[in-house]
């Protein structure tokens, strides 16, 4: 059975960091693309950041491109999200994702796998 399980998510200080992993079972990791998408109250849940399945290619959303940092280790079936520079705005529950596909989805739909997400709040 596919399992993804986020952790890391916790609270920070407007400037602080955190980091974000998510571990995989259930699938051979080393084909998957993986993604991390979030989702603040009253929101919808937006793209974030990807990453192919060898790590070569990134994508990021506007909005956290130059603070935050997608990487993965497929020897531990795990993908990271570094995120620093946090900003109030960042507050939400982020989710990872997996995705059988030789792209970098940006919406959510086209992910065929998904954690139960971790909390991240960041206080003013």
């Known amino acids: 059975q596919v399992q993804l399980v986020e952790s890391g998510g916790g609270l920070a200080q407007t400037g602080g960091s955190l980091r974000l992993s998510c571990a995989a079972s259930?699938?051979?990791?080393?084909?998957?693309?993986m993604g991390w998408f979030r989702q603040a109250p009253g929101k919808e849940r937006e793209f974030v950041a990807a990453?192919?399945?060898?790590?070569?290619?990134?994508s990021y959303a506007a909005s956290v491109k130059g603070r935050f940092t997608i990487s993965r280790d497929n020897a531990k079936n795990t993908v990271y999200l570094q995120m620093n520079s946090l900003k109030p705005e960042d507050t939400a529950v982020y989710y990872c994702?997996?995705?059988?596909?030789?792209?970098?989805?940006?919406?959510?739909?086209?992910?065929?796998?998904w954690g139960q997400g971790t909390q991240v709040t960041v206080s003013s």
């Open positions: 259930g699938l051979t990791f080393s084909r998957y693309a």
């Open positions: 994702a997996a995705d059988q596909g030789l792209m970098l989805p940006t919406i959510a739909y086209k992910y065929d796998y």
């Open positions: 990453i192919n399945w060898s790590g070569g290619s990134t």
